[in-house]
């Protein structure tokens, strides 16, 4: 039993939502506060209780911290209540067949120590542990699933062809473009620092990277690092960058808009003024979400796992330790502070 238990009771730090969000996110708009959890299931139960171990830091989670009006993919957190997102957890206790005490998993959880789970769709267990746990919440998690998923099965590649990720370095883009690399395509990315440029190009094999904040002229940017034009945007900003990829793209080229990271903050979304070259350019441009393609995690496993033992991808993570910093890493992310997949530690197994 953890430290602070009482019979069945275990104290429980959680980090809720103290009220919904206008512009950027502050530390101050989330709480840590100290609750109770019972560590064994109510009689009859079909959920689980786990143990965090990991949380994952994710842009979208912005979205959720507005009231959403109507029906949309993603609601709203609840003021008052813990924060919600993915996450590494080990099972405690289980009312459910597919799940027994001692599994590993990873899934929506919430910010807190411990977890009652009662929507266990989506939750994978976890079978490969060879590996670092803190992985399922990025390259073998929601993440990786969105590359792989978004640049395979959306994107439709072929060898040679000319690709461009915005948000590079981040957890999705970083994927994307080994993934192109080794598919043999020509790849270039953009990301927030130097710091952050070096690693596309150094580390994960970028053949170019520029920092945009030092772009007075994306349009000019992008042409000059393709002077040919671009077959593939892997679309993570949105805004004036999607604006100057649009006039960049070729003839029938693809865009997969996996998010739009520039507009989460904003009062009043930008418009984008060049959406005409998608009819005079044949573009085919789809908006896409991780969970309509569960159906390929296997395939992911079975083509990531081997690349990440033998080295041929390199993944990089920011790994923030304890529950009390999972605000100041959430908010880090929005003004790109974060190098790599942002974590948060809870608890080493």
Not at 36 to 60: A, F, R, W
Not at 146 to 154: C, K, L, P, Q
Not at 213 to 229: I, W
Not at 280 to 289: C, L, Q, S
Request: net charge negative; charged share 20%; proline share 4%.
């Amino acid at each position: 039993m953890a430290s602070g238990v009482v019979g069945e009771e275990v104290r429980n730090k959680q980090v809720i939502l103290k009220d919904y969000v206008t512009g950027f996110p502050k530390e101050s708009d989330m709480q840590v506060i100290n609750g109770t959890m019972k560590l064994k299931l109510q009689e009859g139960s079909h959920g689980i209780v786990v143990k965090n171990l990991y949380l994952s830091c994710d842009p979208y989670m912005r979205i959720r911290m507005t009231r959403v009006e109507g029906p949309n993919v993603l609601t709203s957190y609840t003021p008052g209540s813990p924060l919600t997102g993915f996450g590494v957890a080990k099972v405690l206790d289980s009312g459910h067949p597919n799940f027994k005490k001692g599994d590993l998993i990873w899934g929506t959880t919430s910010w807190e120590e411990y977890s009652l789970i009662t929507e266990l769709e989506g939750l994978f267990k976890i079978e490969h542990t060879d590996v670092p746990l803190s992985y399922y919440t990025g390259i073998l998690g929601m993440p990786g699933l969105t590359a792989y998923a978004g640049f395979y099965e959306v994107c439709s590649p072929k060898k040679g062809e000319y690709l461009f990720i915005s948000a590079a370095s981040g957890a999705v883009g970083q994927l994307v473009g080994q993934f192109a690399k080794l598919m043999g395509c020509y790849v270039v990315g953009c990301a927030g620092s130097k710091e952050k440029v070096d690693l596309l190009r150094n580390k994960f094999g970028f053949d170019e990277a520029f920092n945009y904040k030092e772009e007075t002229d994306l349009d000019g940017a992008l042409k000059r690092y393709f002077p040919e034009g671009i077959d593939i945007y892997f679309e993570n900003v949105g805004g004036k960058m999607l604006d100057a990829v649009l006039l960049n793209m070729r003839d029938h080229g693809r865009i997969a808009v996996c998010g739009m990271v520039s507009q989460y903050n904003l009062a009043q979304p930008e418009g984008v003024q060049n959406l005409m070259c998608l009819i005079f350019k044949r573009i085919h441009m789809d908006g896409f979400a991780f969970f309509d393609y569960y159906n390929v995690y296997p395939k992911l496993l079975d083509v990531v796992l081997p690349y990440i033992r033998e080295g041929k991808i390199k993944y990089v993570e920011d790994i923030a330790e304890g529950l009390e910093n999972g605000p100041a890493a959430l908010v880090g992310l929005y003004s790109g502070r974060n190098v790599g997949k942002q974590v948060v530690l809870i608890a080493r197994e």
